[in-house]
């Protein structure tokens, strides 16, 4: 993708980011003349970093989608968190004491990311508030969904893990009907369960009247409206 994109557009693109979008523009130009950011394409299923690897970059998702994965020696693979255009990878371990990726970080699609030096994001903190105000929401928001996470493969009934779960994105998204742009092997995965066992749950939660779904959405009948207080039309792809 990289090398089909214009350099002009993927600056654009990138500028449009948060919290990147509020660098002043002589900061754009520097970071622009150090020749030091990398738009780099990964193929799906690619190996972007490896577990222990140490974190210099800022990785910005463009295009794609991106999984934090613990792989077990038996080959298990437990989908921790995903990134999706717009999210920023390594963000907490830039400034962390132990700058080493705990994971192995894996291309779900083929993506495309622009890497940003550490060194730049602790210059632009330093010189811009409005960016490091974005910085620290950014990781925020990153710590409290891995929690939501881990709270939800830390149950041990497949049904409260998956009801935590949508009733966290259904709070995050202002909707009673639940945007997943995830696969059921990929959920599955993110709640460290066989595919074949949530599929099963999700049929069981469906005849106790739990939830409604199809091919593309996953509709909370518990649901009590909260965020915009309306059922959405948003959809997932859940094959």
Excluded at 24 to 47: D, I, M, N, P, Y
Excluded at 199 to 205: D, H, I, P, T, Y
Aim: hydrophobic residues 40%; neutral net charge; aromatic residues 6%.
């Amino acid at each position: 993708m990289a090398d089909t994109i214009s350099q002009e557009h993927l600056w654009l693109a990138l500028a449009k980011i948060p919290p990147l979008d509020t660098l002043h523009s002589e900061q754009w130009q520097a970071l622009k003349q150090s020749g030091s950011v990398r738009f780099l394409t990964f193929e799906k299923g690619a190996l972007i970093h490896l577990q222990q690897e140490t974190c210099t970059d800022l990785d910005v998702i463009l295009e794609g989608q991106i999984s934090i994965q613990n792989i077990a020696e038996d080959g298990t693979v437990l989908t921790v968190n995903l990134f999706t255009p717009r999210d920023l990878l390594g963000v907490n371990l830039i400034f962390a004491s132990k700058n080493r990726y705990p994971m192995t970080v894996i291309a779900d699609r083929k993506s495309l990311v622009a890497q940003i030096p550490g060194d730049w994001i602790m210059v632009f903190c330093r010189e811009n508030p409005d960016f490091m105000d974005g910085v620290m929401r950014a990781i925020s928001d990153r710590s409290l969904v891995l929690t939501g996470r881990i709270q939800a493969m830390a149950h041990r009934s497949i049904r409260k893990a998956l009801l935590d779960y949508l009733e966290y994105e259904q709070v995050l998204q202002g909707s009673c009907t639940i945007r997943l742009p995830v696969s059921k092997k990929t959920l599955a995965e993110q709640l460290g369960v066989e595919r074949t066992s949530l599929s099963r749950e999700l049929a069981k939660m469906r005849e106790d009247g739990l939830v409604q779904y199809d091919s593309r959405t996953i509709t909370l009948l518990s649901c009590n409206g909260r965020g915009n207080g309306q059922i959405g039309s948003t959809h997932t792809k859940y094959d």
